[in-house]
């Protein structure tokens, strides 16, 4: 079976400073990858989504830049951090080119001091 | 602009009690409709995909209605464990694999 793995859980980070989230996928190959964020009592934007390695499609200007080095591994980096950066964020994966349901990994708690 | 649109409720009901949920979506050329709950601090999980002929899961019951562009989540004899947010998502045909996730309703089931 499939899972997704996010580290790590939570994290506080001051403004200003670089931020690296990773995303793992097991038990599939050539997924498309996503990453979202949740703000406090917001809807789930999507950020990044990408269908192959090196792949990257940018949904919305922001701080924020996706990479996805293998198949099965995607990175959520920013170079320095902003106050708005907080959030949850989250990845998913979905099989390539099939019936668009996404599977959420366990999410990481970001809060920029 | 393509908009997924809920009740943010919250909705307080007793157990056992029957609750439904609705969803519009403004573009009519969507292809494909789900439901995922989120549990309070948690990731999303798919609950059930909507199918055109309507679809049902144990207590769970979804409904699509195409021609005035609305999903609905029917959930009987609810449960405490039911309580939960449910989020209603779409995709847009034409938008490739991207999701579009409503702001979700809150649900309380009460002992």
């Known amino acids: 079976s499939q899972t997704i793995h996010q580290w790590p859980a939570t994290l506080v980070q001051p403004v200003g400073s670089p931020l690296s989230l990773e995303c793992t996928v097991e038990?599939?190959?050539?997924?498309?990858l996503y990453w979202y964020r949740q703000a406090a009592g917001r809807g789930l934007q999507l950020l990044f989504y990408s269908v192959g390695i090196g792949q990257i499609s940018s949904e919305v200007p922001q701080n924020l830049s996706a990479s996805r080095p293998q198949d099965r591994q995607f990175i959520l980096s920013s170079k320095k951090l902003l106050l708005s950066d907080s959030g949850f964020y989250l990845c998913a994966w979905s099989v390539q080119g099939a019936a668009y349901e996404q599977y959420f990994g366990p999410g990481t708690r970001l809060t920029v001091t | 602009r393509k908009e997924v649109e809920q009740d943010p409720g919250p909705f307080n009901v007793p157990e056992g009690a029957t609750v439904a949920f609705n969803c519009t979506y403004s573009?009519?050329?969507?292809?494909?409709f789900f439901w995922y709950r989120q549990d309070c601090r948690k990731e999303p999980k798919l609950l059930m995909s909507v199918y055109s002929s309507g679809n049902e899961d144990g207590r769970f019951t979804a409904q699509l209605n195409r021609a005035s562009q609305y999903i609905s989540l029917l959930i009987r004899d609810s449960k405490l464990s039911d309580s939960a947010t449910y989020l209603c998502?779409?995709?847009?045909?034409?938008?490739?694999?991207?999701?579009?996730f409503g702001k979700g309703t809150l649900l309380t089931v009460n002992p």
């Open positions: 038990g599939t190959s050539n997924p498309n």
């Open positions: 998502v779409v995709n847009w045909e034409g938008s490739n694999y991207k999701l579009t």
């Open positions: 573009n009519s050329a969507s292809q494909s």
